[in-house]
């Protein structure tokens, strides 16, 4: 079967020494994006820069990787992201769960600022997406309605202020962004595999599945059901989903297709 991963923390949750035995383990059936998160790194811009180097250095014809920031907020200095070249990336956002000097996070009440308005016109210029995943409401829609390049890399469907409401959903569909559902316990409530395709069915039922995908938060999360903890549990997800009738082209879109042909039109 294949995945593609629109988020996973390795980069900066395993030492850069074992980054390329990590990533060996994979296959070529399973693409997964290396989320750079800089909300705690020190000298997050050079960490940025190597890790991005260390990444890129391991990829090799058996397997693709997709690169991402999580959290720019450490270009907002000098304004240093009128000049940082985000087209090597799939896909970053403005901020984390916290406030910055572009936009309010999760957790935390700030709106879209001016510089942030600043910087999605920066990363979209250079054709990378803007990531809602980790925006508070009145972030989101400053940004939604600012921005040419949308997706939501890793978000669940409940009340979780790291959720994303009904509305937001619709939005981000009409707009064929792709969403990516993450294995985040507290996001999802799924409890196991099975809990994990119920919120996959009613995602399916309400908005179709031509933008679902997968974002796994692999390596950002301890909170994650044991049986849906790697990509080869994911497997089981989509066994579910067989049984529950649906076909092999929508169980494809939605663990690898949508997310495939996203980085596709990026790129």
Same mark, same amino acid.
């Not at 900066?12 to 750079?36: E, Q, R």
């Not at 119920?198 to 031509?210: C, E, L, N, R, T």
């Given at each position: !079967?294949?995945?593609?991963?629109?988020?996973?923390?390795y980069p900066t949750s395993?030492?850069?020494?074992? =980054?390329?035995?990590?990533?060996? %383990?994979?296959?070529?059936?399973?693409?997964?994006?290396?989320?750079?998160?800089?909300?705690?790194?020190?000298?997050?811009?050079?960490?940025?820069?190597?890790?991005?180097?260390?990444?890129?250095?391991?990829?090799?014809? +058996?397997?693709?990787?997709?690169?991402? =920031?999580?959290? /720019? %907020?450490?270009?907002?200095?000098?304004?240093?992201?009128?000049?940082?070249?985000?087209?090597?990336?799939?896909?970053?956002?403005?901020?984390?769960?916290?406030?910055?000097?572009?936009?309010?996070?999760?957790?935390?009440?700030?709106?879209?600022? /001016?510089?942030?308005?600043?910087?999605?016109?920066?990363?979209?210029?250079?054709?990378?997406?803007?990531?809602?995943?980790?925006?508070? +409401?009145?972030?989101?829609? %400053?940004?939604?309605?600012?921005?040419?390049?949308? +997706?939501?890399?890793?978000?669940?469907?409940?009340?979780?202020?790291?959720? =994303?409401?009904?509305? !937001?959903?619709?939005?981000?569909?009409?707009?064929?962004?792709? =969403?990516?559902?993450? $294995?985040?316990?507290?996001? $999802?409530n799924a409890e196991d595999?099975?809990?994990?395709?119920? +919120?996959?069915?009613g995602f399916v039922q309400?908005?179709?599945?031509?933008?679902?995908?997968?974002?796994?938060?692999?390596?950002?999360?301890?909170? /994650?059901?044991?049986?849906?903890?790697?990509?080869?549990?994911?497997?089981?997800?989509?066994?579910?989903?067989?049984?529950?009738?649906?076909?092999?082209?929508?169980?494809?879109?939605?663990?690898?297709?949508?997310?495939?042909?996203?980085?596709?039109?990026?790129?």
């Amino acid at each position: !079967m294949k995945i593609f991963d629109l988020h996973n923390d390795y980069p900066t949750s395993i030492c850069s020494s074992d =980054i390329p035995g990590y990533l060996s %383990g994979f296959g070529k059936n399973v693409t997964v994006t290396a989320a750079v998160w800089t909300s705690e790194l020190a000298n997050a811009y050079e960490s940025v820069c190597s890790l991005t180097k260390t990444v890129r250095n391991a990829a090799s014809d +058996v397997y693709r990787i997709p690169l991402a =920031i999580e959290d /720019i %907020g450490f270009l907002s200095e000098d304004e240093r992201y009128r000049d940082f070249d985000f087209s090597e990336y799939l896909y970053c956002s403005l901020t984390w769960n916290f406030d910055n000097a572009f936009a309010g996070g999760a957790l935390d009440g700030g709106r879209l600022t /001016i510089a942030g308005t600043n910087a999605v016109k920066a990363v979209n210029a250079c054709g990378c997406a803007i990531d809602v995943a980790h925006l508070n +409401v009145k972030s989101f829609y %400053g940004v939604f309605d600012s921005a040419e390049r949308l +997706v939501c890399s890793h978000t669940g469907f409940n009340d979780h202020p790291r959720s =994303i409401s009904d509305d !937001m959903i619709s939005r981000l569909v009409r707009r064929n962004a792709v =969403i990516g559902l993450c $294995t985040v316990r507290a996001f $999802t409530n799924a409890e196991d595999a099975f809990g994990f395709a119920d +919120v996959i069915d009613g995602f399916v039922q309400k908005y179709g599945a031509d933008c679902l995908a997968i974002g796994t938060d692999f390596n950002g999360s301890a909170d /994650i059901p044991a049986d849906i903890s790697d990509y080869g549990c994911l497997e089981r997800v989509a066994d579910i989903l067989y049984r529950r009738g649906y076909d092999a082209v929508t169980v494809d879109k939605i663990f690898f297709g949508n997310a495939d042909a996203f980085y596709n039109k990026e790129r």
